[in-house]
Structures are given as structure tokens and as C-alpha cells.
DNA sequence: TTGAATTGATAGCTTAAAACTATAGATATG
DNA sequence: CATATCTATAGTTTTAAGCTATCAATTCAA
């Protein structure tokens, strides 16, 4: 790569100075060597840069637009080490983050409002799909980060963020609007429920909960939001099974529904931040995913409220 | 200089291929080379570029930054490449052009439309100085060039650019205005001669001619101007002596003024473009000669209609 | 589960670049 | 005319960069 770094900074101090000798103390190296690496510079440039002489150095005319841009280079190498100074061990940078439906836009709005307060410096781009993608795009390298539930993948570090327990939201009119307190997992023998597409992570986990209670899935309609499962339980067309921070902050907010835990262990799911295990960024990865448990917290906190 | 060129550009390479081997290949280099200087180049800045793993190499977040920064600098070097072949062996860039104060206003308002018509990358800028300083900057490299008379200095060449004769100047009332056609030597003997001060090219001229004539040089008042001498004669102070471009192109124009040309051999002075002959632009200040000889011809042709 | 294929890292050696010392050549200056 | 002050050149040493060969890790397929 001709012209160096190195020839380049000589000839601004040959500018600088207006002798050989100077610039190369300025440089800390010898005279010799800076008058050949200019004169080679000169050679690969094919422009005489400066007129030598009894009086020193003389940049030539042509040469001053030349002097100038590489001052230009200089002070932007610069600044690309100060940069790399800077945004190291703090998380910096725009990290892409790749989130499950069910749990972005429930929790990242607080989530990169808080990051942007502690990390004024660090942006997150954020892009929504399904588990099986995220994990995919996480393998390739066009993640660097996703959100979702840990299961064990090879190859991936993950960090749980939450337990999400699971609740059934239905019309007011309907049975299970009657009781109070938790639901029990007999209470959900012979219901509908309403879920999430294939390939939606919660749809694995309400598979599971209508194996064990002897509920079904409809497949009347699969959703492709929680908005509009909530919506489809609250015309009556079901049990809508929703993870906690959704039923908490969004659905208990709906008065045409009865938001009810479900009482049983394997009702919840684990939603972890995951990153591969070759990514060197694990320190910054885990203050993020502790900032994240905390957002998450608070969040539950206060629907409880 | 660290990081190097080459490392940064090994750098964007393997963002661009996003592996080691790849980006080596577009390099022309080995693996092995460019494996172990993006490794000095982490060390070197602190931080950790790229994440390595069986998928290749993906470009950490924190650096992206970095890749970005990386970019510029390397099309800013090929920017300064490409400005280093356009600016060679044509006139170009800035020049810095010291001219004697007896031709500049006459000469260069021509000349510098003429030089921007025909180069419109290059600029001169103008110091007008009596001859002396002028030859003391060009010296000491704070000009490039100067428009002055060729006197035998050390050191530089010179190209003539015109020969001026001298002409005299005086009130319509005035012994000399009576006759017609050139001024011989002898008319001039015992009259009172006009000038510009010390150090002024033109005062040795004038000296000479004196000598030669039996007049006198006027103590009363000496010059800083040709149009102060001029305005000196106008009033009846005696005989201005001035040279050509300035008699036929300014005080012809005074109808308060009898101007004629002195007809002697020692009655003039060469004007010639001079310059360090340790300068590498010989060609191109010879090109710029040529050109400034051509205005001043045409300025005397025109002035001659 | 093993074996081929692919990826980057490491070791050892070679080549090329850069630097140094010493000195020559050129040119102002006293 | 000697001297001081520049830059260039020659010869050598040191440092950096590059290469080949090989390894270790991991994936993918049989």
C-alpha cells in the first residue's frame, strides 16, 4: 500500500519543519531514512514533492494540495484509534439484536430507552421473527445478539432474562371467567386455545400445555401477533394462553377480557439474550443482558401494581 | 504508524469477504499474513476486531466503527494518488509570484485571466515588492516565482518575458513636449528625471541614463508609484521616466501628459520571469513564461494601435 | 461416530523493507 | 577560502512482513 502511513507522516513534518534533518528528529528517526522513504514516495508517486537545496525543503506548488491531504489521513487515522480507545469494554456500536415477536415489542421499547440513557454511544437494531430464524441468522453472523427462549442450542451462550409464566385470557362470558385466583391445568380439559403460528416459540410450549391438560390447539386461526389472539379470545373464539409480560402490560388493560395465571409449573417459558459462544463481546453481552433482566423486572413490577 | 495502511486494508477485505482466507486471496497475500496482521493490528488497538469461529470472520459490533473509519482512509489515500497524477507536469495548485511594483498592475490583470482561462485548477498569488525583497524571498523558498529584472543572480533562471524601453513622460509646457518622434540622450541633458525611490529596479535604469545623458536624477520627490511620477510630471515637476507597458498603457491615456519614447540602446530593461534553478518545475515555469510573454506582447501591440 | 473438508492459528524460515552510521557532495556564509 | 549546513549515497544491520507447512477446532456427511 504505497504511500505509506509512515511516508506520508514524514512528508507533513518535512512541511512542518522545511528540512530533511528537522523533520527526521521531529520523526524520531534518522535523515537518511526520511530522505529516502520521500524520495521513494516520490518515485511511486511520480510528482517531485519538494524542491532540496542549500535551504532546506521546499514543498512544490503541486505538492501543497498533496501535504494537505495527507494531514487529512493523518488526523483520521487518529481518530480511528481514539475511536477504537473509546468504544472498548462499554457497549458502543450498533449491535443487531434480533427478538421473538412475543416478547419484543412488549419489552424492547422500554429496554433500548433505558440503553440509551446508560450508553448514549450504543445503538441496537432490532429485527422481529421467528425463533428458528433468529437462530439461524444468529449462526451466520447476521445477528450478533437474539432474544429469545433458551433452548440448548451448540454453540451459544445464553443468559436468562426472565421466566414468563403463561395465562389464559378469555371473553368475560366465558367459563373460565368465573373463577377466581389461578387456573388450574384440569380447568383447561376440552378448551380451545388460540396460539401463535407454527414456528412461534410460545406454540411449542401451548402444545406441550394442551398434551398435559387435555385442552387442543384451534386451528381456526393462528395468530401472527398476541394482539390478535387477545382480540380473537375476547370475540369469544377461545382461550387465549399468553406469556406473562403481554398478559401483565398489555391484556390485563383490556376490559372486554379475563386475564388468570396458569397454576402449573411447565406453564412458563424461558426467555434468555443468547449470543454465540465465539463472540468476544461476552463481558459486554452480559452487562446488557443485565440491564435487560432489569427492565423486564420492572416492567412485571409495576403491572402488578 | 500504526495501524498500517496495509493492516486496514486487510481489515476491510475481510469484512468485505468475511473470511481470512478469502480476504487473503483478494489481497494477494497468504492466510497466514493477514491472519497474523489483524492480530498485531487487535493488539495495537486494544480491542477485538473480528470474531473468528468455523463460520469465518464476523466484524464485532464495537468495530464496525472501525471498518467504517477504515474505508475512508483508504479512498482518501487513493484520492491523494489520483490528485498526484492529475497535478503533474501541468500548471496547477498555487504558486506564490512576487512582482516589482513597476509592473504588476499593468502586467498581471491580463495575465491572470488569460492563466485562468487556460488552467483553471491553478492559482497565484501576488506580493508586490521593490526587486531586492523580492529576491530575498524567492530565496528563502516564501515565493516560488518572481517577475522582475534579470540581473545576474546566483542561483536562478531566468526567462525573458519582455523588453521594456523608457519613455519619457512630461506637461505639455515642458521643453521635451515641443519635439516629435523618440527622445535622443543629448535632449536630455540637464533636465530634472523623476523616479521611483531606493531599492526600485527602475532608480537604477534611471541612474544609468542620467550618467550617460548629463540630466539628473530629482531628489525633491521619489515614488512609490508609476502613477505618482506620472501625476509628479503632469504638474511640471520635471521629466517622469517611465517604461513601456506602463507609458502606453496608462499615461498615453493622460491628455495632460506628453509621452515619447527615449531612443537609446541603454533606454530599457528586461523583464524576465526568475526562479530558483534548484526548482523541479522548470518545465512548467517555462510553460507559464511563455504565456506571460504572450499578454505582454499583445498589451503592446494593442496599446501601439 | 468417524472421516473428510473447511476454517483460522502457530511455528519456523525467508525475503523485503526500513533504519542506522559514516561519508560524500553541494552551497551559502563569514 | 575555510567552515558550517544542507541533502544524497553507500554499506550494513535490524525489523517487519511474508511464505510454506502444519495444527487444532469444528462442521457436515456418510
Redesign the interface.
Same mark, same amino acid.
Request: proline share 6%; net charge positive.
Given at each position: 500500500?504505497r504511500?505509506?502511513? &509512515?511516508q506520508?507522516?514524514y512528508l507533513v513534518a518535512l512541511a512542518d519543519t522545511?528540512k530533511f534533518g528537522d523533520a527526521a528528529k521531529l520523526s524520531n528517526v534518522s535523515q537518511p531514512s526520511l530522505s529516502t522513504q520521500l524520495a521513494d514516495m516520490e518515485v511511486e508517486?511520480?510528482?517531485?514533492l519538494v524542491? !532540496?537545496?542549500r535551504?532546506?525543503a521546499?514543498i512544490?506548488?503541486?505538492?501543497?494540495?498533496?501535504v494537505r &491531504?495527507?494531514r487529512?489521513?493523518l488526523s483520521?487515522?487518529e481518530?480511528? &484509534?481514539s475511536?477504537?480507545?473509546k468504544?472498548?469494554g462499554i457497549l458502543?456500536?450498533?449491535?443487531?439484536l434480533g427478538v421473538i415477536p412475543s416478547i419484543g415489542p412488549y419489552l424492547l421499547p422500554s429496554a433500548t430507552k433505558r440503553l440509551h440513557e446508560l450508553f448514549p454511544e450504543f445503538r441496537i437494531s432490532i429485527h422481529e421473527e421467528r425463533a428458528v430464524e433468529l437462530e439461524a441468522q444468529l449462526?451466520?453472523?447476521r445477528l450478533?445478539i437474539i432474544i429469545s427462549t433458551a433452548e440448548d442450542h451448540a454453540n451459544v451462550s445464553n443468559f436468562p432474562l426472565i421466566t414468563e409464566e403463561l395465562w389464559v385470557c378469555v371473553a368475560p362470558d366465558h367459563d373460565l371467567a368465573s373463577g377466581k385466583g389461578p387456573v388450574s391445568l384440569g380447568d383447561l380439559e376440552g378448551v380451545s386455545l388460540l396460539s401463535l403460528g407454527k414456528g412461534h416459540n410460545l406454540n411449542f410450549g401451548i402444545r406441550e400445555l394442551a398434551r398435559q391438560s387435555g385442552a387442543f390447539v384451534s386451528h381456526e386461526y393462528e395468530g401472527t401477533s398476541l394482539d390478535a389472539i387477545r382480540q380473537m379470545a375476547a370475540m369469544g373464539a377461545g382461550v387465549a394462553v399468553l406469556p406473562s409480560l403481554y398478559a401483565l402490560v398489555e391484556a390485563r388493560r383490556d376490559e372486554a377480557l379475563v386475564v388468570r395465571k396458569i397454576n402449573h409449573a411447565s406453564a412458563r417459558r424461558e426467555i434468555s439474550l443468547i449470543w !454465540?459462544d465465539?463472540?468476544?463481546?461476552r463481558e459486554?453481552m452480559e452487562q446488557l443482558a443485565g440491564i435487560l433482566r432489569e427492565v423486564a423486572e420492572d416492567l412485571v413490577l409495576r403491572a402488578n401494581l
Open positions: 500500500m504511500p505509506t502511513l &509512515k506520508l507522516q522545511g508517486l511520480g510528482i517531485t524542491e !532540496r537545496g535551504h532546506g521546499i512544490t506548488p503541486g505538492a501543497e494540495n498533496i &491531504k495527507a487529512l489521513i483520521a487515522v481518530e480511528l &484509534k475511536a477504537a480507545r468504544g472498548n458502543s456500536g450498533r449491535m443487531r449462526r451466520e453472523g450478533d !454465540r465465539t463472540s468476544p463481546m459486554e
